[in-house]
């Protein structure tokens, strides 16, 4: 069972570049997160997507962008990286109720340089 | 705004019991959440309270005061395999999750 997978891993990327982390769920989740995590502050939601077709910002969701084409992929894109955009970014979904919890998948490490 | 409170750091010692508090101050309240997440790795769920009480479940059971905004996590017997940090996080009134800056448990043997 896969559950919930992110790509790439880590990343190492110039500043002004863009990027796009990619995440899938093979769980039916109608919805989908994504958060940023940095040290002391816990997890900050960056957007997030009821389900399919539809999306939400989070917390901190300048400098992101994110597209819901189907129940399964919720792409996030970086148009033009910043140093304080480095940080590990973790995909979520959970089903429409929440009392389950969100599975998280293993995130990806990325540094802006 | 919204608040959720928690220890930075504890530490306790292999075949202890301990207990990890968590405050909070939300717009609403749709129920309480527990994870683990060791070093370098996602969280993974261990509990959910949306009633006044105790869910106990193994060695690890969860608490919650809806009138206190008041919560904690019971670890009991505890191993080193359990040293994560422990992160609490409520659902407002949006359906939102916040999240608390989690709580790094250290286990000594």
């Not at chain 1, 399919?52 to 992929?73: C, F, L, M, Q």
């Not at chain 1, 979520?92 to 998280?104: I, K, L, T, Y």
């Not at chain 2, 504890?10 to 405050?23: H, L, P």
């Not at chain 2, 809806?66 to 359906?95: F, H, P, T, W």
Request: proline letters at 4%; hydrophobic letters at 35%; aromatic letters at 10%.
């Amino acid at each position: 069972t896969a559950g919930i997978t992110q790509a790439p891993t880590s990343q190492i990327l110039a500043a002004g570049r863009s990027m796009t982390l990619r995440c899938t769920q093979d769980m039916r989740h109608n919805a989908m997160y994504w958060y940023r995590q940095d040290l002391g502050l816990g997890l900050r939601l960056i957007h997030y997507s009821n389900t399919a077709g539809t999306t939400g910002k989070g917390e901190v969701p300048d400098g992101y962008s994110v597209s819901r084409a189907n129940t399964d992929d919720f792409p996030l894109t970086l148009a033009s990286a910043v140093p304080s955009q480095t940080s590990v970014y973790f995909c979520a979904s959970s089903d429409s109720n929440g009392g389950s919890g969100q599975f998280f998948g293993p995130g990806t490490r990325l540094t802006v340089l | 705004g919204q608040n959720i409170d928690q220890p930075t750091e504890m530490t306790a010692t292999e075949g202890a019991i301990v207990q990890i508090n968590c405050t909070y101050q939300t717009s609403g309240f749709n129920g309480l959440f527990w994870y683990q997440q060791h070093a370098g790795e996602a969280p993974t769920f261990l509990s959910y309270n949306v009633l006044d009480g105790l869910e106990e479940k193994g060695r690890f059971s969860s608490f919650l005061s809806r009138s206190k905004g008041y919560s904690y996590l019971l670890l009991k017997e505890l191993q080193m395999k359990d040293s994560a940090s422990y992160l609490c996080a409520v659902i407002d009134s949006n359906y939102q999750l916040i999240w608390g800056a989690g709580t790094k448990l250290i286990i000594k043997p």
